[in-house]
Nanobody, 124 residues
């Protein structure tokens, strides 16, 4: 029922920026927590950023000050603005949502729906 479709990934040089998008359908988008996770080859999935239904945000230390999560409720879309990209940011980026909106949770196990992922590659 809930579908998340991501876009915006690509190849960028270190120091550059990308804006990732995730379009959601199938639910009342605005009241639920949305999040971004990423997974690099050979590594575990890790939390990147989240926004609660009320607009509270949470960022991983590795991206704090460089990445910004936002949402456009009218468009049912969540964004991740990635600035000052580093090679270690290279990963597949996934958006996710859960059946709660109270907290910008970082635990992947709490999320019920996931997008297909979009590749971000940062060259040195």
């Amino acid at each position: 029922q809930v579908q998340l479709v991501e876009s915006g990934g690509g190849l960028v040089q270190a120091g550059g920026s990308l804006r990732l998008s995730c379009a959601a359908s199938g639910r009342t988008f605005s009241i639920y927590t949305m999040a971004w996770f990423r997974q690099a080859p050979g590594k575990e999935r890790e939390f990147v950023a989240a926004m609660s239904g009320g607009g509270s945000t949470n960022y991983a230390d590795a991206v704090k000050g460089r990445f910004t999560i936002s949402r456009d409720n009218a468009k049912n879309t969540v964004y991740l603005q990635t600035n000052s990209l580093k090679p270690e940011d290279t990963a597949v980026y996934y958006c996710a949502t859960r059946n709660s909106g109270a907290y910008a949770s970082s635990a992947s196990s709490l999320y019920n729906y996931w997008g297909q992922g979009t590749q971000v590659t940062v060259s040195s």
